[in-house]
Protein backbone atom coordinates (compact mmCIF):
# COMPACT_ATOMS: atom_id res chain seq x y z
CA UNK A 1 0.00 0.00 0.00
CA UNK A 2 1.77 3.47 -0.63
CA UNK A 3 1.59 6.54 1.96
CA UNK A 4 -1.09 7.99 -0.49
CA UNK A 5 -3.30 5.35 -0.17
CA UNK A 6 -2.71 4.78 3.65
CA UNK A 7 -2.54 8.88 4.58
CA UNK A 8 -5.10 10.21 2.12
CA UNK A 9 -5.73 13.28 4.12
CA UNK A 10 -2.39 14.64 3.46
CA UNK A 11 -2.40 14.51 -0.37
CA UNK A 12 -4.42 17.06 -0.89
CA UNK A 13 -4.00 19.18 -4.04
CA UNK A 14 -0.38 20.41 -3.50
CA UNK A 15 -1.68 23.97 -4.96
CA UNK A 16 -3.21 24.32 -1.61
CA UNK A 17 -2.00 24.12 2.24
CA UNK A 18 -3.66 21.30 4.38
CA UNK A 19 -6.53 21.89 6.15
CA UNK A 20 -6.35 20.73 9.74
CA UNK A 21 -10.23 20.19 9.53
CA UNK A 22 -9.93 17.85 6.74
CA UNK A 23 -8.36 15.36 8.14
CA UNK A 24 -9.54 11.96 8.72
CA UNK A 25 -9.53 9.66 12.07
CA UNK A 26 -7.32 6.50 10.98
CA UNK A 27 -8.36 3.16 11.97
CA UNK A 28 -5.94 0.73 13.59
CA UNK A 29 -5.11 -2.67 11.70
CA UNK A 30 -5.64 -4.19 15.09
CA UNK A 31 -9.11 -3.20 15.22
CA UNK A 32 -10.61 -4.77 18.89
CA UNK A 33 -14.00 -4.83 17.43
CA UNK A 34 -12.70 -6.46 13.71
CA UNK A 35 -12.06 -10.17 13.51
CA UNK A 36 -10.21 -11.69 15.71
CA UNK A 37 -7.04 -13.92 13.66
CA UNK A 38 -6.93 -17.19 13.82
CA UNK A 39 -4.53 -19.02 16.12
CA UNK A 40 -0.81 -19.21 13.46
CA UNK A 41 0.55 -21.93 16.68
CA UNK A 42 -0.41 -24.95 14.58
CA UNK A 43 0.80 -23.23 11.43
CA UNK A 44 4.28 -22.43 12.77
CA UNK A 45 4.55 -25.75 14.84
CA UNK A 46 3.46 -27.93 11.38
CA UNK A 47 6.61 -26.23 9.59
CA UNK A 48 9.22 -27.37 12.62
CA UNK A 49 9.01 -23.77 14.50
CA UNK A 50 9.78 -24.49 17.86
CA UNK A 51 8.48 -21.26 19.40
CA UNK A 52 9.85 -22.01 22.55
CA UNK A 53 13.18 -22.60 21.44
CA UNK A 54 15.39 -20.26 23.06
CA UNK A 55 17.95 -20.02 19.76
CA UNK A 56 14.86 -18.96 17.46
CA UNK A 57 15.33 -16.24 15.74
CA UNK A 58 12.24 -13.39 16.28
CA UNK A 59 11.72 -10.45 14.98
CA UNK A 60 11.46 -7.31 17.54
CA UNK A 61 9.93 -3.70 16.38
CA UNK A 62 9.61 -0.76 18.18
CA UNK A 63 6.67 0.45 17.79
CA UNK A 64 7.14 3.40 20.28
CA UNK A 65 7.04 6.76 19.12
CA UNK A 66 6.75 10.10 20.48
CA UNK A 67 6.62 12.55 17.74
CA UNK A 68 4.12 15.13 17.85
CA UNK A 69 3.40 15.09 13.86
CA UNK A 70 5.07 13.87 10.12
CA UNK A 71 5.36 14.57 6.95
CA UNK A 72 5.22 11.65 4.21
CA UNK A 73 4.96 12.70 0.97
CA UNK A 74 8.45 11.72 0.06
CA UNK A 75 8.07 8.63 -1.78
CA UNK A 76 11.58 7.17 -1.18
CA UNK A 77 14.20 8.25 1.61
CA UNK A 78 14.63 11.88 3.06
CA UNK A 79 18.10 12.87 2.49
CA UNK A 80 18.18 16.15 3.52
CA UNK A 81 16.32 18.47 5.35
CA UNK A 82 17.34 22.44 6.17
CA UNK A 83 15.02 25.18 7.77
CA UNK A 84 13.77 28.74 6.71
CA UNK A 85 16.16 31.80 9.13
CA UNK A 86 12.53 33.40 10.21
CA UNK A 87 9.44 31.04 9.41
CA UNK A 88 8.31 27.83 10.87
CA UNK A 89 9.13 25.74 7.75
CA UNK A 90 11.42 23.63 6.23
CA UNK A 91 12.50 21.49 3.04
CA UNK A 92 13.04 18.46 2.62
CA UNK A 93 14.86 16.79 -0.35
CA UNK A 94 14.59 12.81 -1.10
CA UNK A 95 15.41 9.95 -3.28
CA UNK A 96 12.41 10.27 -5.19
CA UNK A 97 13.82 13.55 -7.20
CA UNK A 98 11.57 16.00 -5.24
CA UNK A 99 12.08 18.82 -2.68
CA UNK A 100 9.46 19.71 -0.72
CA UNK A 101 8.42 22.76 1.36
CA UNK A 102 6.38 22.13 4.59
CA UNK A 103 5.18 23.86 7.92
CA UNK A 104 6.50 22.56 10.93
CA UNK A 105 4.23 24.51 13.44
CA UNK A 106 0.50 22.46 12.29
CA UNK A 107 -0.51 19.00 12.83
CA UNK A 108 -0.52 17.85 9.99
CA UNK A 109 2.34 20.27 8.57
CA UNK A 110 0.66 22.49 5.50
CA UNK A 111 1.91 21.59 2.53
CA UNK A 112 3.97 24.87 0.71
CA UNK A 113 5.26 23.51 -2.45
CA UNK A 114 7.97 21.49 -4.53
CA UNK A 115 10.67 23.00 -6.19
CA UNK A 116 10.11 21.46 -9.78
CA UNK A 117 12.60 20.70 -12.10
CA UNK A 118 14.98 17.88 -10.26
CA UNK A 119 15.73 14.34 -12.21
CA UNK A 120 18.00 12.30 -9.36
CA UNK A 121 18.43 12.35 -5.99
CA UNK A 122 18.00 15.75 -4.13
CA UNK A 123 20.97 15.17 -1.97
CA UNK A 124 21.86 19.26 -0.77
CA UNK A 125 20.29 22.74 0.01
CA UNK A 126 19.64 25.69 1.94
CA UNK A 127 17.74 29.03 2.33
CA UNK A 128 20.04 32.57 1.86
CA UNK A 129 20.24 33.80 5.49
CA UNK A 130 17.74 36.62 4.59
CA UNK A 131 15.08 33.66 3.78
CA UNK A 132 14.29 35.20 0.24
CA UNK A 133 15.85 32.52 -1.63
CA UNK A 134 16.04 28.81 -1.35
CA UNK A 135 18.95 26.47 -3.20
CA UNK A 136 18.52 22.58 -4.47
CA UNK A 137 20.74 19.98 -5.48
CA UNK A 138 20.82 17.23 -6.98
CA UNK A 139 22.97 14.02 -7.78
CA UNK A 140 22.55 14.88 -11.65
CA UNK A 141 24.35 18.13 -10.59
CA UNK A 142 21.26 20.20 -11.59
CA UNK A 143 20.74 23.10 -9.07
CA UNK A 144 18.26 25.67 -9.16
CA UNK A 145 17.34 28.53 -6.90
CA UNK A 146 13.80 29.54 -5.99
CA UNK A 147 12.35 32.65 -4.65
CA UNK A 148 10.15 33.79 -2.03
CA UNK A 149 6.67 36.02 -2.55
CA UNK A 150 3.49 36.83 -0.51
CA UNK A 151 5.63 35.99 3.20
CA UNK A 152 7.48 32.55 1.84
CA UNK A 153 3.87 31.21 0.83
CA UNK A 154 4.55 31.24 -2.81
CA UNK A 155 8.31 29.87 -4.68
CA UNK A 156 8.78 30.90 -7.87
CA UNK A 157 11.62 29.36 -10.31
CA UNK A 158 14.54 31.95 -10.08
CA UNK A 159 17.13 30.51 -12.16
CA UNK A 160 19.42 27.21 -12.95
CA UNK A 161 23.10 25.89 -13.43
CA UNK A 162 24.77 22.87 -14.18
CA UNK A 163 28.10 22.91 -13.54
CA UNK A 164 28.99 19.36 -12.22
CA UNK A 165 28.09 15.76 -12.85
CA UNK A 166 27.54 15.21 -9.39
CA UNK A 167 26.77 18.42 -6.29
CA UNK A 168 27.80 16.43 -3.14
CA UNK A 169 27.15 19.75 -0.53
CA UNK A 170 26.09 23.48 -0.97
CA UNK A 171 26.63 25.88 1.87
CA UNK A 172 25.13 29.71 2.12
CA UNK A 173 27.29 32.63 3.57
CA UNK A 174 25.71 33.25 6.80
CA UNK A 175 25.51 36.71 6.91
CA UNK A 176 25.79 37.95 3.46
CA UNK A 177 22.88 36.52 1.52
CA UNK A 178 23.43 36.49 -2.23
CA UNK A 179 26.48 33.89 -1.92
CA UNK A 180 26.67 30.88 -1.95
CA UNK A 181 29.39 27.79 -2.62
CA UNK A 182 28.90 24.21 -3.98
CA UNK A 183 31.49 21.22 -4.51
CA UNK A 184 31.56 18.62 -7.25
CA UNK A 185 32.62 14.91 -7.62
CA UNK A 186 35.28 15.97 -9.48
CA UNK A 187 36.95 18.10 -6.31
CA UNK A 188 36.28 21.48 -8.34
CA UNK A 189 34.78 24.26 -6.12
CA UNK A 190 32.46 26.50 -7.24
CA UNK A 191 31.20 29.96 -5.47
CA UNK A 192 28.12 31.90 -7.03
CA UNK A 193 26.37 35.60 -6.28
CA UNK A 194 22.20 35.54 -6.71
CA UNK A 195 22.08 38.87 -8.65
CA UNK A 196 18.51 40.31 -8.10
CA UNK A 197 19.09 43.19 -10.88
CA UNK A 198 20.48 41.22 -13.47
CA UNK A 199 18.18 38.02 -12.45
CA UNK A 200 20.42 35.56 -12.67
CA UNK A 201 23.22 33.78 -11.24
CA UNK A 202 26.96 35.27 -11.19
CA UNK A 203 29.89 32.75 -10.97
CA UNK A 204 32.59 34.79 -8.82
CA UNK A 205 34.94 31.53 -8.96
CA UNK A 206 35.82 28.27 -9.45
CA UNK A 207 38.70 26.32 -7.69
CA UNK A 208 40.32 22.88 -8.83
CA UNK A 209 42.96 22.92 -6.02
CA UNK A 210 41.72 19.11 -4.86
CA UNK A 211 42.26 15.74 -7.21
CA UNK A 212 39.17 14.14 -6.06
CA UNK A 213 35.95 14.67 -4.51
CA UNK A 214 35.36 17.78 -2.79
CA UNK A 215 33.60 16.46 0.36
CA UNK A 216 32.68 19.44 2.22
CA UNK A 217 33.05 23.65 2.73
CA UNK A 218 32.39 26.70 5.44
CA UNK A 219 32.63 30.04 4.80
CA UNK A 220 35.33 31.95 7.74
CA UNK A 221 36.00 35.23 8.84
CA UNK A 222 32.29 36.37 8.69
CA UNK A 223 33.09 39.31 10.70
CA UNK A 224 34.77 40.81 7.82
CA UNK A 225 32.32 42.04 5.07
CA UNK A 226 35.36 42.61 2.75
CA UNK A 227 36.33 39.05 2.92
CA UNK A 228 35.01 36.12 1.24
CA UNK A 229 36.36 33.06 2.87
CA UNK A 230 35.96 29.90 1.88
CA UNK A 231 37.21 26.37 3.19
CA UNK A 232 37.09 23.37 1.58
CA UNK A 233 37.95 19.67 1.97
CA UNK A 234 38.77 16.84 -0.03
CA UNK A 235 38.73 12.81 -0.53
CA UNK A 236 42.86 13.64 -1.54
CA UNK A 237 43.60 15.05 1.87
CA UNK A 238 44.02 18.12 1.35
CA UNK A 239 42.59 21.42 2.45
CA UNK A 240 41.95 24.78 0.81
CA UNK A 241 40.99 28.34 2.03
CA UNK A 242 40.04 30.07 -1.07
CA UNK A 243 39.81 34.03 -1.70
CA UNK A 244 36.55 33.76 -3.28
CA UNK A 245 36.38 37.15 -4.38
CA UNK A 246 39.61 36.08 -6.49
CA UNK A 247 39.98 32.68 -6.93
CA UNK A 248 43.28 32.93 -5.27
CA UNK A 249 44.38 30.01 -2.51
CA UNK A 250 44.98 31.72 0.98
CA UNK A 251 47.12 28.18 2.26
CA UNK A 252 46.63 24.95 1.00
CA UNK A 253 47.39 21.70 3.61
CA UNK A 254 48.90 18.59 1.24
CA UNK A 255 48.94 15.38 3.26
CA UNK A 256 52.73 14.34 3.76
CA UNK A 257 53.80 17.88 4.44
CA UNK A 258 51.43 19.15 6.83
CA UNK A 259 49.77 16.47 8.73
CA UNK A 260 52.69 14.16 9.45
CA UNK A 261 52.98 11.95 6.47
CA UNK A 262 49.37 10.66 6.89
CA UNK A 263 46.94 11.09 4.18
CA UNK A 264 43.47 10.88 5.64
CA UNK A 265 40.46 11.15 3.03
CA UNK A 266 39.05 14.58 4.65
CA UNK A 267 34.51 14.11 5.33
CA UNK A 268 33.58 16.45 7.52
CA UNK A 269 34.44 20.21 8.61
CA UNK A 270 33.01 23.07 11.14
CA UNK A 271 34.33 26.69 11.97
CA UNK A 272 34.54 28.57 14.78
CA UNK A 273 36.05 31.63 15.70
CA UNK A 274 39.73 31.32 13.69
CA UNK A 275 39.67 27.15 14.68
CA UNK A 276 38.82 24.76 11.89
CA UNK A 277 37.87 21.05 12.78
CA UNK A 278 38.26 18.54 10.63
CA UNK A 279 37.25 15.07 10.56
CA UNK A 280 38.75 12.17 8.28
CA UNK A 281 37.21 8.83 6.93
CA UNK A 282 40.06 6.86 8.63
CA UNK A 283 38.91 8.87 11.97
CA UNK A 284 41.83 11.29 12.16
CA UNK A 285 41.19 14.50 13.69
CA UNK A 286 42.68 17.69 13.05
CA UNK A 287 42.46 21.06 14.19
CA UNK A 288 43.54 24.22 12.38
CA UNK A 289 44.26 27.53 12.97
CA UNK A 290 42.71 29.21 10.12
CA UNK A 291 44.43 32.56 10.06
CA UNK A 292 47.81 31.50 9.28
CA UNK A 293 47.19 27.73 8.18
CA UNK A 294 48.74 25.98 11.21
CA UNK A 295 48.01 22.19 12.70
CA UNK A 296 47.07 23.10 15.90
CA UNK A 297 46.25 19.20 16.88
CA UNK A 298 45.60 15.95 15.29
CA UNK A 299 44.34 12.90 16.94
CA UNK A 300 43.14 9.66 16.18
CA UNK A 301 39.91 9.52 17.62
CA UNK A 302 39.04 6.00 18.04
CA UNK A 303 41.71 2.84 17.83
CA UNK A 304 40.63 -1.08 17.22
CA UNK A 305 37.75 -1.19 15.18
CA UNK A 306 36.59 -4.45 13.21
CA UNK A 307 35.48 -2.61 10.57
CA UNK A 308 37.61 0.15 9.32
CA UNK A 309 34.20 1.93 8.03
CA UNK A 310 33.14 2.60 11.44
CA UNK A 311 36.58 5.27 11.77
CA UNK A 312 34.72 8.01 9.40
CA UNK A 313 33.76 11.19 11.55
CA UNK A 314 30.24 12.07 10.30
CA UNK A 315 29.49 14.41 12.29
CA UNK A 316 30.69 17.97 14.03
CA UNK A 317 29.69 20.39 16.05
CA UNK A 318 31.72 23.69 18.15
CA UNK A 319 30.07 24.46 21.73
CA UNK A 320 29.74 28.23 21.08
CA UNK A 321 29.08 28.90 25.03
CA UNK A 322 31.96 30.89 26.30
CA UNK A 323 31.93 28.93 29.65
CA UNK A 324 32.05 25.54 28.21
CA UNK A 325 34.98 24.73 25.72
CA UNK A 326 33.95 21.61 23.93
CA UNK A 327 34.08 20.24 20.78
CA UNK A 328 31.54 16.94 19.68
CA UNK A 329 32.74 14.38 17.34
CA UNK A 330 30.49 11.27 16.07
CA UNK A 331 31.29 8.24 14.19
CA UNK A 332 30.20 5.53 11.97
CA UNK A 333 30.83 3.44 15.30
CA UNK A 334 28.66 5.75 17.07
CA UNK A 335 30.51 6.95 19.59
CA UNK A 336 29.94 10.57 20.52
CA UNK A 337 33.61 12.21 21.50
CA UNK A 338 33.51 15.55 23.62
CA UNK A 339 36.75 17.09 23.44
CA UNK A 340 38.21 19.90 25.86
CA UNK A 341 38.98 22.40 23.14
CA UNK A 342 41.50 24.44 25.42
CA UNK A 343 43.84 21.09 26.08
CA UNK A 344 42.69 18.99 23.25
CA UNK A 345 41.59 16.35 25.65
CA UNK A 346 38.93 13.56 25.75
CA UNK A 347 36.57 14.88 28.20
CA UNK A 348 33.41 12.56 28.07
CA UNK A 349 32.24 9.50 25.54
CA UNK A 350 28.79 8.50 24.89
CA UNK A 351 28.02 5.29 23.22
CA UNK A 352 25.02 5.49 20.84
CA UNK A 353 24.37 1.64 19.08
CA UNK A 354 24.24 2.81 15.29
CA UNK A 355 26.05 5.62 13.27
CA UNK A 356 25.98 9.55 14.10
CA UNK A 357 24.66 11.28 11.80
CA UNK A 358 24.49 14.68 12.62
CA UNK A 359 25.35 16.43 15.90
CA UNK A 360 24.52 20.15 16.48
CA UNK A 361 24.84 22.56 19.80
CA UNK A 362 22.14 24.60 20.90
CA UNK A 363 22.91 28.09 20.02
CA UNK A 364 24.87 29.34 23.53
CA UNK A 365 24.31 26.05 25.35
CA UNK A 366 25.65 22.86 26.78
CA UNK A 367 23.21 21.09 25.37
CA UNK A 368 23.94 18.62 22.43
CA UNK A 369 21.52 16.98 19.75
CA UNK A 370 22.73 13.93 17.56
CA UNK A 371 20.65 11.97 15.29
CA UNK A 372 21.95 8.04 14.32
CA UNK A 373 21.04 5.68 11.81
CA UNK A 374 19.33 3.64 15.08
CA UNK A 375 16.40 5.84 13.94
CA UNK A 376 16.23 8.18 16.86
CA UNK A 377 17.43 11.64 17.80
CA UNK A 378 18.71 12.30 21.03
CA UNK A 379 19.32 15.16 23.28
CA UNK A 380 22.04 15.62 25.51
CA UNK A 381 23.41 17.41 28.48
CA UNK A 382 27.03 17.45 27.61
CA UNK A 383 28.39 18.75 31.27
CA UNK A 384 27.28 15.55 32.45
CA UNK A 385 26.60 13.21 29.57
CA UNK A 386 23.25 12.96 30.50
CA UNK A 387 20.39 11.61 27.54
CA UNK A 388 17.73 14.28 28.33
CA UNK A 389 15.73 13.10 25.40
CA UNK A 390 15.24 10.86 22.99
CA UNK A 391 13.03 11.07 19.65
CA UNK A 392 11.62 7.56 18.69
CA UNK A 393 9.21 7.11 15.37
CA UNK A 394 11.22 6.28 12.73
CA UNK A 395 11.84 2.22 11.23
CA UNK A 396 15.37 3.28 9.47
CA UNK A 397 17.81 5.76 9.79
CA UNK A 398 17.88 9.70 10.29
CA UNK A 399 19.94 11.26 7.83
CA UNK A 400 19.71 14.73 8.84
CA UNK A 401 17.75 16.91 11.08
CA UNK A 402 17.10 20.65 11.41
CA UNK A 403 16.04 22.09 15.13
CA UNK A 404 13.56 25.35 15.93
CA UNK A 405 12.72 26.90 19.52
CA UNK A 406 15.75 26.80 20.63
CA UNK A 407 15.94 23.26 20.29
CA UNK A 408 12.56 22.42 21.47
CA UNK A 409 11.14 21.10 18.03
CA UNK A 410 13.29 18.73 16.09
CA UNK A 411 12.05 17.95 12.85
CA UNK A 412 14.07 14.65 11.13
CA UNK A 413 14.87 13.37 7.99
CA UNK A 414 14.44 9.46 8.09
CA UNK A 415 15.66 6.93 5.38
CA UNK A 416 12.26 5.52 5.16
CA UNK A 417 10.76 8.43 3.33
CA UNK A 418 8.97 10.23 6.13
CA UNK A 419 9.96 13.32 7.89
CA UNK A 420 9.13 13.55 11.96
CA UNK A 421 8.58 17.00 14.19
CA UNK A 422 9.15 16.22 18.02
CA UNK A 423 8.59 18.85 20.55
CA UNK A 424 9.95 18.31 23.62
CA UNK A 425 11.06 20.39 26.74
Known amino acids: MSRQEEYPEQHESQDEFLDINEVGEEVPEDDPNGPIPEDEDDEDNEAGMDLDDPNTETLEIDL ?92 TKFADLEEVEEVLWITVHPTQPSYFAFGGNDGSVWVYQIDEDSKSLVQIMSGFSHTLECNSGVFTNLEDDQQLTLVTISEDGTIVNWNAFTGATNYKLQPHDDFKGIESPWVSVKAHKNLIAVGARDGQLAIINNDSGRLVHMVKTIENVEDIADLSIEALSWCTS ?104
Not at 325 to 347: I, K, M, P
Not at 407 to 425: I, P, Q, R, S, Y
Open 64 to 155: SNNSWTYFDQHQDSVFTIFKHPTLPMVATGGGDNTAYLWTTHTQPPRFVGELQGHKESVIAGAFTCDGKYVISADMNGFLQVHKASKGGQKW
Open 322 to 425: PQINLLAVGLVSGDLLLFDTLQWRLRKSIKVDDTITKLEFIDQSPFLIGSSMNGRIYKWDTRTGEELFAGHGHNMGVLDFTTFDNGKTLVTAGDEGVALVFHHE
